[in-house]
């Protein structure tokens, strides 16, 4: 689903219809390029914005994967490896491929936010296309890189010592004003969708008041325990897999937070012992805790 207010929801397949219908009256296949470059920073989405402001291109990017769905539904995962940080979207499962223009224009949204924060002409690595092949000509003088049509999906692959950069206009005031309403609107939506977000929404609350079971958070949600299980099960997944997920995603909110320890960190999501939480931290981000705060997070963060 797509929020926009209370009163304005639209499912993604309408979404995917505007875009469609937008590609169709266009006739122009880097309509989704142009749309984005031309569009005024203040006039993009709030998630884009607010990214604006960040420290780093890094910084930026973070902002712009959590709080992009505020208003659209689709997940964008990044993933860093050999110097190359490798930015793919997942859409709900079975809702069809994701119309190009709307590929297009999510693409140029990260590489105008690494070229207007940092104040450089950001070039990609690399950009893969899932569908057939296009006029390249006009992508690649857009990117300024290679373009591959007919990939198995579509990538867009960027240098990591480029999201170091600094950000020009770097507004801690702005942030501190837009990030916890653009944080509370998150949990909003998060509130809203599947079973297994609802329970996740559920364990990163109880994390705050003591170690979650799934006892815990079947009564919250007003189910039996053993009703809670088997839904879990239908959707897919088990409890623990939803609670290692909530585990990751505050694990790298607190680590943001150079006032709280690791050790800190490890009891806040209610692991026995420090050493615990650095072999699932590994398992995730394939790197300890104390490394990932070293390259993630500005040293004065904390002041």
């Known amino acids: 689903m797509l929020h926009i207010d209370e009163t304005a929801v639209i499912t993604t397949e309408q979404l995917f219809a505007v875009w469609k219908a937008i590609e169709t009256l266009s006739d122009d296949p880097s309509f989704g390029l142009r749309m ?164 996740t929404f559920v364990l990163k609350r109880q994390f705050a008041s003591g170690r979650p079971d799934i006892g815990r958070v079947a009564r919250e949600l007003g189910l039996s325990e053993r009703t809670l299980q088997r839904r879990i099960a239908d959707a897919g997944t088990t409890f623990r897999a939803l609670l290692d997920e909530a585990r990751r995603d505050v694990g790298v909110s607190l680590l943001r937070d150079l006032s709280i320890t690791v050790e800190e960190v490890a009891f806040l999501l209610g692991y026995d012992d420090a050493s615990s939480f650095y072999r699932s931290f590994r398992s995730w981000e394939k790197t300890s805790p104390r490394r990932w705060r070293m390259r993630y997070v500005p040293a004065d963060a904390g002041r």
């Not at 992009?68 to 793919?88: F, L």
């Open 36 to 199: 984005v470059e031309s569009t005024s920073t203040s006039n993009h989405k709030l998630a884009f914005l607010a990214a604006s402001f960040a420290a780093t291109y890094r910084d930026g990017l973070d902002r712009m994967v959590r709080f992009k769905r505020v208003c659209s539904p689709d997940k964008m995962r990044v993933a860093e490896d050999g110097g190359t940080v490798t930015v793919m979207t997942d859409w709900p499962p079975g809702v069809g491929a994701e119309p190009a223009l709307s590929v297009d224009a999510s693409f140029a949204m990260i590489v105008e936010l690494g070229r207007r924060g940092t104040g450089k002409r950001i070039l990609p690595v690399a950009v893969e296309y899932a569908r057939h092949s296009q006029a390249t000509e006009t992508y690649e003088n857009y990117f300024g890189c290679p373009v591959r049509f007919d990939a198995d999906r579509d990538k867009l692959v960027l240098k990591s010592e480029d999201l170091e950069l600094p950000f020009v206009g770097h507004n801690p005031e702005m942030l501190s004003i837009m990030t916890p309403a653009l944080t509370a609107a998150l949990a909003d939506v998060e509130m809203r969708g599947s079973l297994s977000e609802h329970v």
